[in-house]
Every structure is written in structure tokens, then in C-alpha cells.
């Protein structure tokens, strides 16, 4: 079973923040961890059974704990006598990211897992508000919009979407909604898979808001 580890910046002292135990059916997976600003929290997409190969957003104290569900668990699956049509697929919930003043949550969205044939669009960026626990859609993009990233500043968000065969970067003003291709293309997204790994690789701002740290083609630019 996979669980939530952190270390110092040189890699020494690593420990456990989360202790799950192991499960009987499929293993645990943790996918794409991040801190909140205050840096007293880690965020990280976790599938676990039994729930049904989705992926769900938790966070962790940085000392440690069980750790608090963001957003409603998904409904138990029916059993074998349940009456009425079949329930709606779960969200599948990836890539969560922080707004800097630790308010919001975005990370990108699907419906289920794994379907042959998928018809694009599959993910879009959502926005859960701490506060309040409302749920908001951002984008809406035919390519899909995955493994969202907000700039220090809180002014931009950037997201991978693909375009005809490959995947892209666009930057959207978060004041005014305008958005523009940022980088294209960039490293090819796993969207039509499982995504067990998120669909995309994670990348950064540098500090000062000029620049991308990112990978393409198993390099770093």
C-alpha cells in the first residue's frame, strides 16, 4: 500500500505522514502531492477500495494523522438485491493545487475511470471553495483541461489540453477569464488511460510568476 511521505529539501529524515494499512482487493494509490501555502498541509489525490478505481482529494498535517476528505465521498456501489436504474459513475478528482491565500482548491475532473472509445472532452478544472465547500466549474474545453496550476501571484491558472494530436499549455487571467496557448506542444497526456499516475507530469512557476519549470520530451525546460 502506497502512502504519503515527506523529507527534508536535501532528502534526508524521510517519514510517513499517513499509515494506511493494506487492503484486500487492489493496492492503495497516492497520486501527484501538494502543499497548502501555509505549508502546514499536504493535498494528494487517493484511490483506495473499495471505491471503484476513482481517485478522491484528501489532505494530511504535515506531523501526521488520518487526514480529512475534501469534497463528499462517493456513494457506495449497490448491492446485489439494490432495485432502480444503476447510480451516476463517481468523480474521478486529480492533480489538486492551492490558491495562495489557501481559500480555494482546483484540480481536474472526469466522470468514472477507464471507457473504450471515450469521446473527448473528459476532464475540466473545478474550484472547491474551503469555506463555504461550494464547487465551481472553470473551464470548458473540448480537449479537456487536466493538472491544473495557479501562479504565486493568484492571478493565472494554467492547464494542459489537447489539441488534434497533441497536448498544450494555456494561461488564463483568473480576473477576466481571457486565455491564450502558453506552450505547444509539451509532453503527450495520459487522459485515455487510467491515469494512475495523473495525466500529466507536474511542473512549477519559478517565483517570480516569468517563467515555467516543466518537463517535455524527458528533459527539463
Given at each position: 500500500v502506497e502512502n504519503l511521505w515527506v523529507a527534508n529539501a536535501d532528502g534526508s529524515n524521510p517519514r510517513a505522514i499517513s499509515k494506511d494499512t493494506r487492503t484486500n482487493d487492489r493496492p492503495q494509490i497516492m497520486v501527484s502531492p501538494t502543499w497548502t501555502p501555509d505549508g502546514q498541509y499536504v493535498i494528494v489525490s487517493k484511490s483506495r477500495p473499495p471505491e471503484p478505481g476513482?481517485?478522491?482529494?484528501?489532505?494530511?498535517?504535515?506531523?501526521?494523522?488520518?487526514?480529512?476528505?475534501?469534497?463528499?465521498?462517493?456513494?457506495?456501489?449497490?448491492?446485489?438485491?439494490?432495485?432502480?436504474?444503476?447510480?451516476?459513475?463517481?468523480?474521478?478528482?486529480?492533480?489538486?493545487?492551492?490558491?495562495?491565500?489557501?481559500?480555494?482548491?482546483?484540480?481536474?475532473?472526469?466522470?468514472?475511470?477507464?471507457?473504450?472509445?471515450?469521446?473527448?472532452?473528459?476532464?475540466?478544472?473545478?474550484?472547491?471553495?474551503?469555506?463555504?465547500?461550494?464547487?465551481?466549474?472553470?473551464?470548458?474545453?473540448?480537449?479537456?483541461?487536466?493538472?491544473?496550476?495557479?501562479?504565486p501571484d493568484g492571478k493565472w491558472l494554467v492547464y494542459g489540453t489537447r489539441h488534434k494530436t497533441e497536448t498544450g499549455l494555456r494561461v488564463r487571467s483568473i480576473e477576466t477569464g481571457a486565455e491564450r496557448w502558453l506552450i505547444y506542444p509539451v509532453t503527450r497526456d495520459d487522459q485515455e488511460s487510467l491515469s494512475s499516475r495523473d495525466t500529466l507530469p507536474g511542473y512549477d512557476f519559478t517565483p517570480d510568476v516569468q517563467a515555467l519549470i516543466l518537463p517535455i520530451g524527458g528533459t527539463i525546460h
Open positions: 476513482t481517485f478522491g482529494l484528501f489532505m494530511y498535517h504535515r506531523d501526521g494523522g488520518t487526514g480529512v476528505r475534501i469534497g463528499p465521498a462517493p456513494p457506495p456501489p449497490p448491492g446485489p438485491d439494490a432495485q432502480g436504474p444503476p447510480p451516476a459513475p463517481p468523480t474521478n478528482k486529480l492533480g489538486a493545487v492551492s490558491s495562495p491565500d489557501g481559500r480555494f482548491i482546483y484540480y481536474a475532473q472526469r466522470t468514472g475511470t477507464f471507457t473504450y472509445n471515450a469521446q473527448f472532452p473528459l476532464w475540466q478544472v473545478y474550484r472547491h471553495d474551503r469555506e463555504t465547500g461550494d464547487v465551481s466549474q472553470v473551464t470548458n474545453a473540448r480537449g479537456s483541461a487536466m493538472r491544473p496550476l495557479i501562479s
